[in-house]
């Protein structure tokens, strides 16, 4: 069983950066690729982004592509979100999410551990 808590959301302007933060628990973290999903008010849990256990490929939403970075430190059992020029549009709750499988990872049925969320809020 695999624990996930995410930190780092909070308020910023348009613009602006965030990092968000998730700690794992549980199981065997360089097995499992990674993944960042939100929740956008009104719309249904989206794929962000996310990071290969073996080869460290990460891959994007078009939507953020450029702005956003996935990246994890293996000895820390963390991955990290870094959002940058973040737009008003990026608010909702981010959540951290991990799998074992390496394929087809930007289906959110792929995914078997969840974390709590954190909330994301960019204002105009």
């Known amino acids: 069983q695999v624990q996930l808590v995410e930190s780092g959301g909070g308020l910023v302007q348009a613009g602006g950066s965030l990092r968000l933060s998730c700690s794992a628990s549980g199981g065997t973290f360089n097995d499992l690729t990674m993944g960042w999903f939100r929740q956008i008010p009104g719309k249904e849990r989206e794929f962000v982004a996310a990071?290969?256990?073996?080869?460290?490929?990460?891959g994007y939403t078009d939507s953020v592509k450029g702005r956003f970075t996935i990246s994890r430190e293996n000895a820390k059992k963390m991955v990290y979100l870094q959002m940058n020029s973040l737009k008003p549009e990026d608010t909702g709750v981010y959540y951290c999410a991990a799998t074992s499988f390496s394929t087809m990872i930007t289906r959110i049925d792929r995914y078997d551990y969840w974390g709590q969320g954190t909330q994301v809020t960019v204002s105009s």
């Open positions: 990071i290969r256990r073996s080869i460290r490929s990460t």
